[in-house]
Nanobody, 121 residues
Framework: QVRLAESGGGLVQSGGSLRLSCAAT????????IGWFRRSPGKEREAVSC????????EYDDSVKGRFTISKENAKNTAYLQMNNLKPEDTGLYSC??????????????WGQGTQVAVLS
């Protein structure tokens, strides 16, 4: 089963950008949809974006549409989340997970430790 590790988080000013990476530490991303999730302070974990395994179709939560871009490079066994025009409400722990398809339950063993994003107003 694929296992993932996130990186790229940090502290930025409102309006800034970050690119998060989700690398496979075992297995391959080729056959999986990859989702990005975040847990903001005081909130439940929410789905932010997803990219399908078959045709690269992408999905975004309304709160990040037009600002975030998800991508996947199978050759590098890595998925990315480019985050532009960051807002304080984007602050949270960002994690990635593998799924058979977007919208399905993530494989429990695929979750990484997460990477922290903090956006200052």
């Amino acid at each position: 089963q694929v296992r993932l590790a996130e990186s790229g988080g940090g502290l930025v000013q409102s309006g800034g950008s970050l690119r998060l990476s989700c690398a496979a530490t075992s297995g391959t991303l080729d056959y999986y949809a990859i989702g990005w999730f975040r847990r903001s302070p005081g909130k439940e974990r929410e789905a932010v974006s997803c990219i399908s395994a078959i045709d690269g179709t992408t999905e975004y939560d309304d709160s990040v549409k037009g600002r975030f871009t998800i991508s996947k490079e199978n050759a590098k066994n890595t998925a990315y989340l480019q985050m532009n025009n960051l807002k304080p409400e984007d602050t949270g722990l960002y994690s990635c997970a593998a799924m058979t398809a977007c919208g399905t339950r993530p494989f429990s063993g695929s979750w990484g430790q997460g990477t922290q994003v903090a956006v200052l107003s």
